[in-house]
C-alpha cells in the first residue's frame, strides 16, 4: 500500500545513503542533464565528462592533421588489443584475451563457429539460452547451421542437467536483459567443462555492474557490448574474450586481414595472428574506438565489486522505495529479490508498461520498456544516487496517482 508517511523517512534515508556513499563523486566524472534520473546505463551508458575533448582531438589533430600517420603515430593500429586490456579488468581477464571491435552480434558469430570448431569432434548440440537477446538466438541458429549442430533451448537456471557428452557449445547470458536475473556462470561454466563442451557468454548486461571473473572461472569464450555500463557510447565497439588455452586452435569464421599475422605482407593465404588479435576482422572504427577509450578512464581507481555492492544496495533501496510508494498490485517485480541471482537492474511489470514508461519519461525519470509489459530501470554505479532511485519510485508512484 502507498504510505504517505514513509516519504521524508525515505527521502532522509537517501540522503544519508548518498553522504556516505564512496562512490557518489564519481558521477562528476560524466555530464548528465541537471535533474535528470537516468536508469537507463543498461541500454546506453551516460555521456564520460572526458570523451568529448578526447573525440575532437582524434578527429581534428589525429585525423585532421596527421591524417593517414596516426595509424602508426597516434596508434591507431593497436587500439582494438590495447583496448581490450583495459576494459579486461572489468571482466576478470588478464592481458592478452580481449580484442575490441564490430558488435556484439558479428562477435557472436565468431565465438559461436569459432567454439564449435574447438569442441570435441563428433558432438552435435548446441544449448542455447531460450530467454536470449534475440539477436544471440538468431546468430546461433545460423552458426549451428553452419557448423553441424541442432540448437537446443534451455532455462540457464537448469541448464547444467542438460549438458552431456554430445553437448559441443553451451551459449548463456549472464544476466537477462528482460529480467535482470542473473545466472551461476561460475556453476554452469564449471558443469559445461566437466562435459567438454565449450562455454561461450554473453556478457552484456553484467560487464561494468558486477563482477564477471571469466579467467578465475576458467569461461573458454565471451562477448559483451560497450555501451551500456561501460559508457562507450552509441554504437561503441563490442569485444570478444578468447582464453589463452584456446587461441592457438581459435579458428574464426571471419578472418579477415586485420586478424593476420602479417597484414602488411597482403599475402594471398591467411596466417592468423598469435593471441586474441586472431579475433580481429577489418579495419577497426577509430573515432568510436577512441571514444571507448576515452570513456574508461572513468574507472580509474574504481573496482567492479565495490559497483557491485553499491548496485546491491540501490536496486534493494529500489524495490523498497516502489514498496511505499505505488499502490498495491500496480507493479510486479520481475528481477528476483536474491542478491545471488540479481543483476544491476530491476524490471517490474505492469499493465499498459508502455504508456506508463512514457509518462514516467515526461517527468524526467529515464527508463525503459521491454514488450509486452515490462517497465526496465537500470542501475549504474557510477553516476546513480540513492536520491535518484528514491524519486524515481516516488515518480512511478505518482504515475499511477
Ligand atoms: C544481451 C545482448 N546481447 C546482444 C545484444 C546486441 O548487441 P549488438 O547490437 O552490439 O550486436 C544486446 C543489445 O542490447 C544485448 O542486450
Known sequence: ????????????????????????????????????????????????????????????????????????????????ERIG?????????????TVVG?????NLFK?????????????????VDANTFPTDGYIAASAARMTGLRVVPVDPATAAEEMDEDTAVVLLNHVDYRTGRLHDLPALTRAARATGAI???????????????????????????????????????????IAARHQAAFDSPLPGWNGHAEPF??????????????????????LSMLALEAALDAWDGVSVEQVRAKSLALTDFFLECVAAYVPEGKVQAVTP????????QVSLRAENAAEIMRELIARGVVGDFRAPDVLRFGFTPLYVGFADVERAARTLGHVFG
Open 1 to 80: 500500500m502507498s504510505d504517505a508517511a514513509a516519504l521524508p523517512a525515505l527521502r532522509q534515508r537517501a540522503a544519508h545513503l548518498d553522504t556516505t556513499d564512496d562512490l557518489a563523486k564519481l558521477r562528476d566524472r560524466f555530464a548528465l542533464p541537471e535533474g535528470l534520473v537516468y536508469l537507463d546505463g543498461n541500454s546506453l551508458g551516460a555521456l564520460p565528462a572526458g570523451v568529448a575533448a578526447v573525440t575532437a582531438d582524434v578527429v581534428h589533430r589525429q585525423w585532421g592533421e596527421l591524417l593517414i600517420r596516426s595509424w602508426d603515430e597516434s596508434n591507431w593500429w593497436t587500439a582494438p
Open 85 to 97: 586490456d583495459k576494459l579486461s579488468p572489468l571482466i576478470g581477464a588478464a592481458p592478452g584475451q
Open 102 to 106: 564490430d558488435s556484439t552480434s558479428v
Open 111 to 127: 565465438a559461436l563457429v569459432g567454439a564449435a570448431r574447438l569442441a570435441p569432434p563428433g558432438r552435435t548440440r548446441m544449448l
Open 199 to 241: 562455454t561461450v557468454w554473453d556478457l552484456c548486461h553484467s560487464a561494468g555492474a558486477l563482477p564477471v571473473g571469466l579467467d578465475e572461472h576458467q569461461v573458454d569464450l565471451a562477448v559483451g557490448c560497450t555501451y551500456k555500463y561501460l559508457n562507450g557510447g552509441p554504437g561503441s565497439p563490442a569485444y570478444l574474450y
Open 265 to 286: 605482407a597482403m599475402t594471398p593465404g591467411y596466417t592468423p595472428a598469435d593471441g586474441a588479435v586472431r579475433g580481429r576482422v577489418g579495419t577497426p572504427d577509430i
Open 337 to 344: 529479490a536474491e542478491h545471488a541471482h540479481r543483476g544491476s
